[in-house]
């Protein structure tokens, strides 16, 4: 905290009368002697009267005040009212406002706007005034590693400095700096919680020491820099600057005495009065290239509304006051006299305010990133602001232009122009006057096509006729380009860029649409590669995606530029032919399987792949594209069993559907007879090497089929209903089991999944509660794992049921972390426990470094979060020991145990009895290795 006092309480008042007659009419030069004689014999009165000398406190920003500045303006202010002495403390911003409301201050300069208004709001402070403004801007080292000087959008340079989590330092929470710069993160959409970024809790200044001190990232205002730059050396340098968004600026209040008593009201209004005046914006302009050699603080008084009207508000006043002289002296002037005089007079008024107009329309203009216009539409002319120009790429120098409809449809794309121009002569002629005007459209710009959106409201006369328009147009180019990226991976794999399953649909049904209207044909084929699982159980996952993108090129080279080839998931395609006939749909199927015949050379090895087909032609063998394509996919399997690897759909062999129908059934039958089982995997803390866990897997051995795979078997209860009370059945076998191994002294919790449609029962936190009083056990026991597509199918409605788990004390999991679409914000909202990294990653792990960071990252999210981390796919030592160095709490997989019946499971966990308990035995039983019996 600086403090300054200027001022003599000795000084005596220098009485004077100064006589100046600016004006040339003789109705001026009397006034001005009017008032000049009263001012001398109010001088004469008090002459040679010492007058008690009169103290002001000034409390301003520390931004501000270290520059030297606001000492300057008060030297300045005391030379002309010697009698004043003026003390100035300097503080943070925000501090600034505590020493008023403690009533310690008669005036403040600072800048927190949104906390100047409660300021005011709360009645410690009146007539806030806007004086000045000057710049933050990005500091970092000179070299610009991240090149951030390059940049012309400050949100650009936010989210890069984000993404990089350099080490950046900002001062205190009572700093107005900081509030800017969260301001900035907000606007930019950023939460800067990374590890670099610290809170120094000094002032700004001392921050961007420190910052330069060590090659840091700050956030600082330029005069904070240049008052500081002999100390930071060039340490730090502006890297990010000129951008409207990084203004700060500064307002003057006026402590109220009726708040404050003992605040000197009237002489802090007459010191704002001063700061707004010519000659303070003055010196606040000049101030900066006489102390720093550049411009520092720009003047802003002219900017402030309040000041604006309080000056009308005087002017208006002291015209009242002159018209009142000017009766008094109508008897010595003649009429005629009196009305020149009050027509000067108020003909320089009008034109002194339509300068002011003009030219805070102008500032306003010139400031803005949006391009402005006015449009007369009875003389058929507009104005366009300089942005505007530059937008449409308009050479002419006048701001005015000629029919401007015209102009427009020239720089617009052809297609948009119907649309625009169509929609604006509709919204001119409707005779609606409250609603406004807003249309999207295209220009071309050199060899790019830039997005514009146009937006307007229409002044009308009395009979609706719009008589003016006026609007802004802004550059939404960027916002049109994320969209566009946005939608393409919302429609569209990610692994081979095609069209997507909802995609395809999509154009299945316009294509159903415009083969009923046409009475034409069309086809759709289902095609599953053949051999592709033995590619990913042999090779890896890495290289089955590269064999799946080959795939989609060839297909894509096959077919028309009117066709769809999309990707379903896994290593099944789709393929639509618009238009077309049966014999041309087989044509097509051949090419494509002879096309995939051919070798796919993936990094060193030689493939052979190959494919089956099933194809349904509209309208023959279905109408609707649930039909068409239920019946290619019957076709596809017909095709697994036939020679030619292709089949259309017939009715005679779909036998599918009947299968399907007795597979429910005896699902059903399973449930009620109690014939599924669960197999159980162990679960490893990595740091004690104990066994902590075990997730319940459920396996249906059909007494005619064999061993059930869950991906049938589980769509199926989906499907059907049926999922409820296999779930059910699933849940209380599992805990009825755990309540089995607790009265044996084997203390684990069991992990169980859920489905999608778990989370939509109502009943579901119910029935968990019976479960549990059945077995008698706590619900602590239990872990219940949710994929994250799961959770975003009703993302409220599984917010809501995973909250009343958690308060039940039930453990919650995210299965499969890392291959779903939530968001980090979502995420952080789930009551859950703990993320289970997908498989696919933790596999890749040996040989891909890529999998090792995301494993990585995933671990250091969740441990931030404050969640544990399970690894599932754990197949090798090699795998495990990176998992372990990388701090991931609990492990799976082959190497630790393979999914086991009950006998074996308990067989399994007896042998490794001791890993169970937390006992303090130090003995070799207590730590886990891999069983050679069962791993």
Known sequence: ?????????????????????????????????????????????????????????????????????????????????????????????????????????????????????????????????????????????????????????????LQRLAREQVSFLVPGKRSGTLNKLNELWLMAGIEPNWVGYEI???????????????????????????????????????????DALLRNYYA??????????????????????????DEAQDRIHRFGEERFGTILFTPAAGLDEGLKARRDRAELARKNQELKLMSGLVLVFVALTVLASLLLVRMRKLEKIRRRGEERFELAVAGANDGIWDWDVLADKAYLSPRLKAMLKLEQPDNFIANPKHVLGDRINPADQPSLLGNLESYLQRGEGDDSFQAEFRIHSDAETRWLLMRG?????????????????????????????????????????????????????????????????????????DRFKNINDTLGHHMGDMVLQQVGARLQRILRPSDTVARLGGDEFAVLLPVTDATYANHVAQKIIIALKKVFEVGHHSLYVGASLGIAVFPEHGQDAETLIQH????????????????????????????????????????????????????????????????????WKHPQRGMIPPDEMIPIAEQTGLIKPLTMWVLNTAMHQ?????????????AVNLSVWNLQDPTLVDALK??????????????????????????????????????????????????GFSSLAYLKKLPVHSLKVDKSFVIGMAKEENDIMIVRSTVELAHNLGLSVVAEGVESQEILDLLARHNCDVAQGYHIGRPMPLADITRYLEQHRGDLFDDDASTDNNHFRPGPALS
């Open 252 to 277: 003057a209040i006026v402590v109220s005495r009726e708040r404050h008593p003992q605040a000197n009201q009237k002489l802090a209004e007459r010191f704002l009065d001063y700061l707004v005046s």
């Open 632 to 699: 290619a996919d019957v076709a596809m399997y017909l095709a697994k069993r036939s020679d030619s690897r292709c089949a259309f759909y017939d009715p005679q062999q779909d036998r599918y559907s009947v299968t399907r129908l007795a597979l429910e059934k005896d699902l059903h039958d399973a449930i009620d007879d109690n014939s599924l089982e669960l197999y159980y995997q162990p679960q490893v803390d990595l740091r004690t090497k104990r066994v902590v866990g075990a997730e319940a897997l459920l396996r």
């Open 770 to 819: 019976a479960i549990f009083a059945t077995w008698n056990i706590p619900p602590s026991c239990l872990e219940l794992e949710i994929t994250e597509s799961a959770m975003m199918a009703n993302p409220d409605r599984a917010l809501d049921v995973l909250t009343q788990l958690n308060k039940m004390g039930v453990h919650l999991a995210v299965d499969d972390f890392g291959t």
């Open 200 to 242: 120094s809790n000094a002032s700004s200044a001392a921050t961007l020491r420190d910052a330069a001190l060590f090659g840091h990232y700050a956030f600082s205002d330029l005069g904070t820099y240049l008052v500081n730059r002999g100390v930071i050396a060039g340490g730090v340098i502006p890297l990010y600057r000129d």
């Open 457 to 529: 409201k229409a002044i009308r006369s009395p009979t609706g006729e719009a008589v003016r328009a006026s609007g802004s147009v802004t550059d939404i180019t960027d916002r049109k380009t994320q969209e566009a990226v946005i939608e393409h991976q919302a429609l569209h794999d990610s692994l081979t860029g095609l069209p997507n399953r909802a995609l395809l649909r999509d154009r299945l049904q316009h294509a159903l649409q415009l083969a009923t209207r046409q009475n034409t044909y069309l086809a759709f084929l289902v095609m599953d590669l």
């Open 738 to 750: 755990c309540d089995a191994w607790r009265r044996h002294g084997l203390h684990l919790k069991v």
């Open 1 to 157: 905290m600086n403090d300054m006092k200027y001022g003599n309480d000795n000084e005596p008042r220098q009485a004077g009368c100064f006589l100046s007659f600016r004006h040339a009419s003789v109705a001026s030069r009397l006034r001005r002697l009017f008032a000049t004689l009263t001012v001398c014999a109010l001088t004469a009165v008090n002459a040679g009267q010492a007058l008690a000398v009169e103290r002001l406190r000034v409390v301003a920003a520390q931004t501000a005040a270290d520059t030297g500045l606001i000492a300057s303006l008060a030297e300045s202010f005391r030379t002309r009212h010697p009698d004043v002495s003026i003390d100035i403390q300097s503080v943070g911003a925000l501090a600034t406002l505590d020493l008023a409301r403690r009533g310690l201050a008669d005036v403040v300069i600072t800048h927190t706007p949104e906390s100047e208004k409660l300021f005011i709001e709360e009645g410690h402070g009146l007539l806030r005034t806007t004086i000045m403004y000057n710049e933050f801007a990005i500091m970092g080292p000179p070299d610009d590693p991240l090149k951030l000087s390059r940049e012309r959008d400050l949100a650009t340079v």
